[in-house]
Nanobody, 116 residues
Framework: QVQLVESGGGLVQPGESLKLSCAAS????????LAWYRQSPGKERTLVAL????????MYADSAKGRFSISRDDDKSTCSLQMNNLKPEDTAVYYC?????????WGQGTQVTDSP
């Protein structure tokens, strides 16, 4: 059974940090592109960051560059998103996803709220 379980969300104040984690099981984790997306109320789900397999090439949305860092641990089948200097506009539900060819899996999401 495929599972992606996010954790680490919460309520923070502007300028604080959070680290989101995604624990995966049930598929060939090391062969998948891993990504973090986010969705705010009334808005579309958008890409925050991704990391490719076999070398770990990373890509970030402009809003995340310089503040967020994505990483993966293929031995533990986990993916993390370190978020620094959080802003109110980062408030959203954050989803972990794994994509390979025509296969994609998603977690249930974790809420991040940045409120003064």
């Amino acid at each position: 059974q495929v599972q992606l379980v996010e954790s680490g969300g919460g309520l923070v104040q502007p300028g604080e940090s959070l680290k989101l984690s995604c624990a995966a099981s049930g598929f060939a984790f090391s062969q998948y592109v891993l990504a973090w997306y986010r969705q705010s109320p009334g808005k579309e789900r958008t890409l925050v960051a991704l990391i490719r397999p076999f070398g770990g090439f990373t890509m970030y949305a402009d809003s995340a560059k310089g503040r967020f860092s994505i990483s993966r641990d293929d031995d533990k089948s986990t993916c993390s998103l370190q978020m620094n200097n959080l802003k109110p506009e980062d408030t959203a539900v954050y989803y972990c996803g794994a994509v390979r060819s025509t296969s994609q899996y998603w977690g249930q999401g974790t809420q991040v709220t940045d409120s003064p």
